[in-house]
């Protein structure tokens, strides 16, 4: 009895001293691996990144992580502002390194046709005068702000009051179309009408449920002014404008 009992404590004894010993093997292995490895600073994607995202709204989509050299992608981003300005070029998946390939300028990407609207959001048309379009060079892919005019009854007063103010900034930009002539002058005949001058521009935006809800609402009782939009542009200081702001 006292012979199996002996026997069976040496047996735990072996079974944890064989645990602690390959334990140690293993993590020796380990730093055995990375012993003198260069660790560097890699780009990952956590949640998928849809084709047209711009650069400057993936930051909750990323996460920057350090592994081995040998094991990061060449021509991986080391700078997130080298992306400033461009979109993806393609829909990016959760656990793809990001690579510089993969990221265009917008106006390359409306060449190619592929403006696409970002998964989540709507596509909404609205018909503006060419000065409200910055003359009408407003093309697919670029980004731009919003400012809506109208004429609204503040809380507690008694008469409507026109105020302005950018509600919007960085909206992606679809698709812009052409849209009616001006009316040719007495006299001119229908090839003279043709070389008239586009006098409205269809375009297309992409946004969300609520603030197309507030596009149409400036469409239809107001009107609307789109800005050029680029990634640098500041977004601060914007504000309700009334005539008493603009002449303060």
Not at 13 to 26: E, K, R
Not at 195 to 205: F, G, K, Q, R
Not at 225 to 248: H, Q, Y
């Amino acid at each position: 009895m006292k012979t199996r009992l002996i026997g069976a404590i040496l047996a735990i004894v072996l079974a944890v001293v064989g645990t602690v010993v390959l334990t140690g093997y293993v993590q020796g292995a380990d730093a055995r691996a990375t012993n003198g490895a260069e660790m560097v600073s890699v780009y990952v994607v956590t949640e998928e990144i849809p084709a047209g995202t711009a650069a400057e709204k993936i930051g909750e989509l990323i996460a920057e992580k350090k592994m081995p050299a040998v094991a990061a992608v060449p021509g991986r981003v080391t700078k997130l502002s080298a992306l400033a300005g461009r979109v993806a070029d393609t829909t990016l998946q959760p656990g793809e390194q990001l690579l510089t390939s993969r990221w265009v300028n917008s106006a390359e990407l409306a060449a190619r046709g592929d403006v696409k609207v970002p998964d989540g959001m709507q596509a909404v048309t609205i018909a503006l005068p060419v000065e409200h379009v910055v003359g009408g060079t407003i093309k697919a892919g670029d980004t731009v702000g919003v400012v809506i005019t109208a004429s609204i009854k503040p809380a507690g007063g008694s008469e409507e009051r026109p105020v302005s103010k950018q509600v919007f900034h960085k909206v992606l930009v679809t698709a812009v179309q052409e849209g009616t002539m001006t009316s040719p002058a007495k006299g001119q005949d229908g090839a003279d009408a043709a070389s008239e001058p586009v006098s409205s521009v269809m375009v297309t935006l992409a946004r969300t449920t609520p603030d197309i809800e507030k596009l149409v609402w400036g469409q239809e009782f107001g009107s609307v002014w789109l800005t050029l939009d680029n990634a640098k542009a500041e977004e601060t200081g914007s504000r309700i404008v009334d005539g008493n702001a603009v002449f303060e």
